[in-house]
């Protein structure tokens, strides 16, 4: 089986570097981007998650003042799709746009400038009457177990979650979730208390499970590979919840590497079982990334004249600049007037 999966990688790797296709890979790992194809079009989307997902340009980019978006079209005119200022409620936007584009947008932006401190505060807009039907469920359940265990105290004692708590609770081994439902607002932990301690035996933490299914809940305790007895959210796995939320691919892109790394070890270590999941969310992200715009791979620029980025008054050292180039085929980030990479364009097979 090592073998089998060693295999796999490698003719994955040689055919990506390539911009072709593999032959034949398990939907959960078939993603490839091809630079082969012509991109005709680009989004705000399209140009803001290579910046987003990748560590490196991450801390190239921390404190950037502004962020402006470019695409240049083939005859070579640059257009706007819009910039924004630290901190600004609001953004620069070609008009007319849509309150959905325009919050849409406006997510995209600051996930390069802001860092709010719950993942669930970005989308908001989109998610709050999804948060407030969970919390309706939760508090109903909450009493449904205090009325059946009144020898007991149930409090919640983790709903929202910090991104910062969360990389923590991985690094403890206590959750294998890079983005967990209690940072987008749509899980809890419950605890029972007996005079004024925490019960740490399973046997209350049972009557969740006992119960959720009448809220349409799940429960933590049936997981497979990682039993959360205490934890129960809406959606059955973060798959589902881009079924219905697929804007939210942008928080998941950043991990895509990790979920593959984790499915490839489980599948090595003959657990593949354990990672089902994994395997759904992989599936459904390569889904929908197909037939759209990806930066294939980091070209070394030796000549920066056929790059050349938009005219921009009061342009600064602090300013991040993404043009879309249609005509040269490709992604470039500017920060200021230095060229921090040149990414060759391709469409995602």
Not at 85 to 97: C, E, M, W, Y
Not at 222 to 236: A, K, S
Request: aromatic letters at 12%; hydrophobic letters at 40%; glycine letters at 6%.
């Amino acid at each position: 089986m090592k073998r089998f999966i060693g295999l796999y990688l490698i003719w994955g790797a040689i055919f990506q570097a390539c911009g072709q296709a593999p032959p034949t890979l398990p939907s959960w790992q078939s993603s490839t981007c091809d630079s082969s194809r012509q991109v005709t079009s680009l989004s705000l989307y399209d140009l803001i998650t290579p910046v987003y997902k990748t560590d490196s340009l991450r801390e190239q980019t921390l404190g950037v003042s502004r962020v402006l978006a470019f695409v240049k079209d083939e005859p070579g005119t640059f257009h706007f799709l819009g910039s924004h200022r630290s901190g600004s409620p609001t953004d620069s936007l070609p008009a007319p746009t849509s309150r959905l584009d325009s919050m849409q947008r406006h997510a995209y932006f600051t996930a390069i400038t802001e860092d709010p401190l719950y993942l669930y505060n970005r989308w908001a807009w989109l998610l709050d009457t999804t948060r407030q039907a969970f919390l309706v469920r939760r508090d109903s359940l909450v009493d449904s177990l205090r009325r059946q265990l009144p020898n007991y105290e149930v409090k919640v004692i983790s709903d929202l979650r910090s991104a910062e708590l969360q990389t923590k609770l991985l690094g403890r081994g206590r959750s294998m979730a890079p983005i967990s439902f209690h940072q987008l607002g749509l899980a809890a932990d419950l605890g029972f208390f007996r005079h004024g301690r925490l019960v740490r035996n399973a046997g209350p933490y049972e009557a969740i499970g006992d119960l959720t299914p009448y809220y349409q809940l799940i429960w933590g305790g049936n997981f497979v590979g990682f039993v959360d007895p205490p934890h129960f959210q809406l959606y059955r796995n973060a798959a589902a919840f881009l079924k219905d939320f697929p804007l939210l691919r942008f928080e998941f892109e950043p991990f895509y590497d990790r979920y593959l790394q984790r499915v490839q070890q489980k599948i090595e270590a003959n657990k593949e079982y354990e990672v089902e999941d994994t395997k759904e969310l992989l599936s459904t992200i390569n889904e929908y990334r197909s037939q759209f715009p990806c930066p294939c791979q980091s070209i070394a620029v030796m000549d920066t004249t056929r790059l050349q980025s938009p005219k921009i008054a009061t342009l600064s050292a602090d300013d991040l600049v993404i043009v879309g180039d249609l005509k040269e085929q490709r992604l470039n980030i500017w920060r200021g007037s230095h060229l921090l990479v040149s990414y060759r364009l391709g469409i995602w097979r």
